[in-house]
């Protein structure tokens, strides 16, 4: 595979290059997998997907009754992990795929989990300015336009709001990215194969390694986070690069 473009043209090469697949073929392929989501997660990653979440979560500062924001929330997985923490929280998801909404509202509820869930596009958020405390974004960036999603984050958070990222990375260091590349292949038809993924899920396991090679590291996602007016930003990485955690956040208003 050709590097990626320079940062400053990244997004527009990520979007023309993927866009069809975002949004014709991602959303068959969570239908597929949103019953076997967190089985496949778990599988895929050696079991260190509940590291990747303790990681996660020890960067996230709360505080009683703060309304809190899980974007492309998935199976509710981040959202879930926050009640835990702070069982006050006024939480809310969102993410365009009913099917894996409806397994993570199973989930909350399982637990006795209360959280608010919207069926929507997240480059768009149909929330008001400044209206929350925290957002959180957890492996997902990779299938969106970025940019357009961040400027949205920015707005609905309150000044002085704390967003918080996670999301597998491309790792600086060339020997470490294609040994990453090559186990992810492996594990991606290894999962698909367990679980008999459908033809959607099957369709795109060559997409997911492309997606990844196309993203960002860890230091470009900082400048991309200072680029949309985050302030105090913060990074940690793990497995070499590889999972990244970022901090960041909504300056107060002068």
Request: glycine share 6%.
């Amino acid at each position: 595979m050709n590097p990626p473009p320079p940062l400053a043209s990244r997004e527009q090469y990520r979007a023309r290059r993927f866009g069809k697949v975002w949004t014709e073929d991602l959303p068959d392929v969570f239908a597929d997998v949103a019953p076997y989501y967190d089985r496949g997660n778990n599988v895929a990653s050696l079991g260190l997907i509940g590291r990747f979440m303790d990681s996660f979560m020890s960067i996230v500062e709360l505080n009683p009754g703060e309304r809190t924001l899980d974007v492309c929330a998935g199976t509710n997985a981040v959202g879930i992990a926050l009640l835990r923490r702070e069982p006050t929280l006024q939480a809310h998801a969102i993410d365009r795929s009913a099917p894996m909404q409806e397994v993570g509202r199973r989930r909350a509820e399982a637990l006795g989990f209360s959280i608010d869930s919207t069926i929507g596009d997240v480059h768009r958020l149909p929330f008001p300015d400044s209206h929350f405390d925290v957002v959180t974004l957890q492996f997902a960036s990779r299938h969106l336009r970025v940019r357009e999603v961040f400027d949205e984050i920015h707005r609905v958070l309150k000044p002085g709001g704390r967003f918080y990222h996670s999301d597998m990375l491309r790792p600086a260091n060339p020997v470490v990215k294609h040994l990453y590349y090559a186990y992810l292949r492996f594990t991606l038809w290894f999962t698909a194969f367990l679980f008999r993924s459908g033809d959607a899920a099957q369709r795109c396991r060559r997409y997911f390694i492309e997606a990844l090679h196309h993203f960002y590291s860890a230091a470009e996602m900082s400048a991309v986070l200072r680029e949309h007016g985050f302030a105090d930003v913060s990074a940690r990485t793990v497995l070499f690069g590889m999972v990244g955690f970022h901090r960041a956040v909504k300056p107060p208003a002068d």
